[in-house]
């Protein structure tokens, strides 16, 4: 199976990112996480989007705040898939880095979810990787069958308590 690449531009993002990785490690998918920045480490960055493919990798997580320029220095680097998760930042509620991150010129593309997206980050990643994966495609079957019955619970014990 091919792994997923997780790159951080600060450790600050760390705390949406751990959600992330518990998501991957809940579907049994391997994962590399690295602190690169688009900024302070764009050389670093530069070789780890070009060698991905080589070592590995078959999709990019990349998060950053603010100006978020990371997933578009990976993606500007790599043909694999990146995903961009905008980090909500002290300015504009996460806005820059959403407009950063999705705001990306015709040919390279990133992925974009939610400002603090971990958990659909991973899910996203899985389902690109479980295109050629059948064993993952039922684990992420199985997961969302699991969280239709949770909510369907939460349903069935707010009918009981309000329609006495």
Same mark, same amino acid.
């Given at each position: 199976? &091919?792994?997923?690449?997780?790159?951080?531009?600060?450790?600050?993002?760390?705390? @949406?990112?751990?959600?992330?990785?518990?998501?991957?490690?809940?579907?049994?998918?391997?994962?590399?996480?690295?602190?690169?920045?688009?900024?302070?480490?764009?050389?670093? $960055?530069?070789?780890?989007? #070009? /060698?991905?493919?080589? /070592?590995?990798?078959?999709?990019?997580?990349?998060?950053?705040?603010?100006?978020?320029?990371? %997933?578009?220095? +990976?993606?500007?680097?790599?043909?694999?898939?990146?995903?961009?998760?905008?980090?909500?930042?002290?300015?504009?509620?996460?806005?820059?880095? !959403? #407009?950063?991150?999705?705001?990306?010129?015709?040919? +390279?593309?990133?992925?974009?979810?939610?400002? /603090?997206?971990?958990?659909?980050?991973? !899910?996203?990643?899985?389902? @690109?990787?479980?295109?050629?994966?059948? %064993?993952?495609?039922?684990?992420?079957?199985? &997961?969302?069958?699991?969280?239709? $019955?949770?909510?369907?619970?939460?349903?069935?014990? #707010?009918?009981?308590? #309000? /329609?006495?």
């Amino acid at each position: 199976m &091919k792994k997923v690449g997780i790159v951080m531009g600060s450790d600050s993002d760390l705390p @949406i990112l751990r959600k992330t990785m518990d998501t991957l490690a809940a579907l049994d998918i391997p994962f590399e996480c690295h602190v690169y920045s688009a900024h302070r480490t764009p050389e670093e $960055a530069r070789d780890f989007a #070009l /060698n991905a493919r080589h /070592n590995g990798f078959g999709v990019i997580i990349a998060a950053a705040g603010m100006a978020a320029h990371l %997933a578009g220095a +990976i993606a500007a680097n790599t043909t694999l898939p990146v995903i961009g998760i905008p980090c909500k930042g002290p300015c504009f509620d996460g806005m820059d880095a !959403l #407009l950063s991150t999705v705001m990306m010129p015709s040919g +390279i593309p990133v992925a974009t979810v939610a400002v /603090n997206g971990g958990v659909n980050a991973a !899910l996203l990643a899985a389902q @690109i990787i479980a295109v050629s994966d059948d %064993a993952l495609a039922a684990r992420l079957d199985a &997961k969302r069958a699991s969280d239709a $019955a949770k909510v369907l619970e939460k349903d069935a014990a #707010l009918q009981a308590e #309000l /329609n006495k």
